[in-house]
């Protein structure tokens, strides 16, 4: 059972940056496709980010520019966000799904970033 853990996190003020990281229990990560999500306080979970282990890259809108999703294709599995604003505040969660074998998901119990002035 591979495990997931973020951090990270923090309160910042908006325009600010912060490097989330997520660690894997196992080298997964090079046959791993990865993602962000995040959750916002009585919001839906919305995907962020996505990188399949073949290097592609996804963005929702509303970080498009300002987020970047990478890995060191081992271990470690990090979002850079800058110029945060106030409705970048949520509980971010990584994930991992085997970009072959789908039933091998996982995920991290999420870290809280919080953008208030």
């Known amino acids: 059972q591979v495990r997931l853990e973020e951090s990270g996190g923090g309160l910042v003020e908006p325009g600010e940056s912060l490097r989330l990281s997520c660690v894997a229990s196992e080298k997964i990560f090079d046959f791993y496709n990865v993602a962000w999500y995040r959750r916002a306080p009585g919001k839906r979970r919305e995907l962020v980010a996505t990188l399949a282990f073949g290097g592609q890259t996804t963005y929702a809108d509303s970080v498009r520019g300002r987020f970047t999703i990478s890995t060191d294709r081992m271990q470690m599995l990090f979002l850079q966000m800058d110029s945060l604003k106030p409705d970048d505040t949520a509980v971010y969660y990584c994930?991992?799904?085997?970009?072959?074998?789908?039933?091998?998901?996982?995920w991290g119990q999420g870290t809280q970033v919080t953008v208030a002035p």
């Open positions: 994930k991992a799904q085997h970009f072959d074998m789908l039933d091998r998901e996982y």
